[in-house]
């Protein structure tokens, strides 16, 4: 007997240099598969998608939901993903969730701490970061932008001596562990492991189901910074 197909959902994730796809049905995982490999999503993310629909014997017409992991991130990771998923709803039908990539990491870390502090690395010692509630996983700031060392002098200064235990989650927290580990005063553990993305947290994570591609880049591309004299 055929599911009902209004439980099928299907996450992409693309933001990073991992590829992921994962098949959802009433919150249940049926499949995942990240791939890891560098940024050729353009390849490897359609093909993603086919191996996942031949394992499942799921036809992409029976989803009703496609999850897509929005940024911050890799540009082109961004738009890569985005732009498959509007071409199955169109093809399809099928409604569109845009996840926020800060808040799918959370997801990784719920409830291991007081706070969750997301960090996607942007380079040139910056990161994309947002804090969340660790039980509930209410976004407890504005995804934003900051200087490690800024960062760093912003936490210290407001959390230092304070009975608060953060959780930090990212490729962010893991590549500028260093810095952390010597000027921060503060209590926090890095999540070396869950600083993953992967389908499923996107999978799993609330986002906003819109007809309009809502698109969270927070930089201008790195070619519209050179043309504009930016760094």
Do not use: W
Request: charged share 25%.
């Amino acid at each position: 007997m055929k599911k009902d197909n209004k439980n099928y959902i299907l996450s992409i994730e693309t933001t990073s240099k991992v590829c992921g796809v994962a098949l959802v049905y009433n919150d249940k995982i049926l499949y995942e598969n990240n791939i890891d490999i560098g940024l050729n999503h353009s390849i490897t993310l359609f093909k993603n998608i086919d191996d996942m629909l031949h394992k499942t014997k799921i036809d992409i017409s029976e989803i009703s939901k496609i999850k897509v992991s929005n940024g911050p991130g890799s540009f082109t990771g961004i738009r890569i993903g985005i732009a498959a998923a509007i071409g199955l709803s169109e093809k399809y039908d099928t409604c569109i969730e845009y996840i926020d990539t800060l808040e799918a990491l959370a997801y990784n870390v719920k409830n291991k701490n007081d706070y969750i502090l997301s960090m996607i690395d942007a380079k040139v010692n910056r990161v994309y970061i947002s804090v969340y509630d660790s039980r509930s996983l209410k976004k407890m700031s504005n995804d934003s932008i900051a200087n490690v060392n800024d960062l760093v002098e912003l936490l210290n200064k407001f959390f230092t001596n304070q009975n608060v235990y953060f959780s930090f989650v990212g490729d962010g927290a893991v590549n500028y562990k260093k810095i952390f580990k010597d000027s921060l005063k503060i209590n926090y553990k890095v999540f070396d492991k869950e600083s993953n993305l992967s389908a499923v947290s996107v999978a799993l994570t609330n986002g906003v189901v819109s007809k309009v591609p809502i698109i969270n880049y927070m930089l201008a591309s790195k070619a519209e910074r050179e043309k504009n004299g930016k760094c």
